[in-house]
């Protein structure tokens, strides 16, 4: 799971402002989903992106939030106008195989620890 | 909506002892059954099981999965203060993983 790359591993926003979060997937993987992590919870599912296309939004909250994957570069997680409560561990995974496939297991990457103050 | 109940929330055991961490399951279109271990920062794969009855083993880990009943148990034995950890049971169906809250496994000299 060291090849999931996520960054920053630590950010600290106030109240009203943006947090842009990176990751770059493992080598050869060209699946990205996001996860977050509140204290005391497990870990819930976001968003599920191949390159250029949001092949699964479902867990992503309706308003300030959004993600991207674009053709070069790494993957995008943004939050703007962050609240308290969008503090919490944001996780990055990756997986080599298209939806469906049960052979490919999904690694995650060190995460982001969002704190808004 | 597809739900992963994990029991029990958390544990505390000795050096030595063999833990049994469960995992119940309800989805739609099941794919695959996933364990990862949990240190503070991001989750480890264990393992993935997909077929029932066939045990999983890694070292003192192992972990089997019947989809009859729709479970899983992860087993630790000969557990070691390394151990301390959350362990997360994960389904894979259709396009995303649905993760159970976690077992806090405390492992303690």
């Known amino acids: 799971n060291a090849g999931v790359m996520q960054n920053p591993r630590h950010l600290v926003r106030r109240r009203g402002q943006e947090a842009r979060l990176r990751c770059s997937p493992m080598k050869g993987h060209s699946h990205v989903y996001w996860y977050r992590q509140l204290p005391e919870e497990g870990l819930k599912f976001m968003v599920y992106?191949?390159?250029?296309?949001?092949?699964?939004e479902s867990g992503m909250p309706k308003e300030r939030f959004s993600a991207e994957f674009p053709k070069e570069g790494p993957s995008i997680l943004r939050i703007q106008q962050v609240v308290r409560g969008d503090s919490a561990a944001y996780f990055c995974?990756?997986?080599?195989?298209?939806?469906?496939?049960?052979?490919?297991?999904?690694?995650f990457g060190e995460g982001s620890w969002l704190t808004v103050v | 909506e597809d739900k992963v109940v994990q029991s029990p929330l958390s544990l505390v055991v000795h050096e030595g002892d063999t833990v049994t961490l469960n995992c119940s399951y309800e989805v739609t279109n099941f794919r695959s059954l996933l364990w990862y271990k949990q240190e503070k920062k991001a989750p480890t794969f264990l393992f993935m099981l997909?077929?029932?009855?066939i045990e999983k083993k890694s070292g003192r880990l192992s972990s089997i999965l019947d989809k009859k009943e729709l479970f899983s148990i992860l087993n630790i034995t000969a557990t070691q203060t390394g151990d301390s950890a959350v362990y997360l049971c994960?389904?894979?169906?259709?396009?995303?993983?649905?993760f159970g809250k976690g077992i806090t496994l405390s492992v303690r000299p």
């Open positions: 995974a990756s997986s080599p195989l298209v939806q469906g496939a049960s052979g490919n297991t999904i690694y």
């Open positions: 997909t077929s029932s009855g």
């Open positions: 992106l191949q390159k250029e296309n949001i092949i699964d």
């Open positions: 994960a389904v894979r169906a259709n396009s995303k993983l649905t």
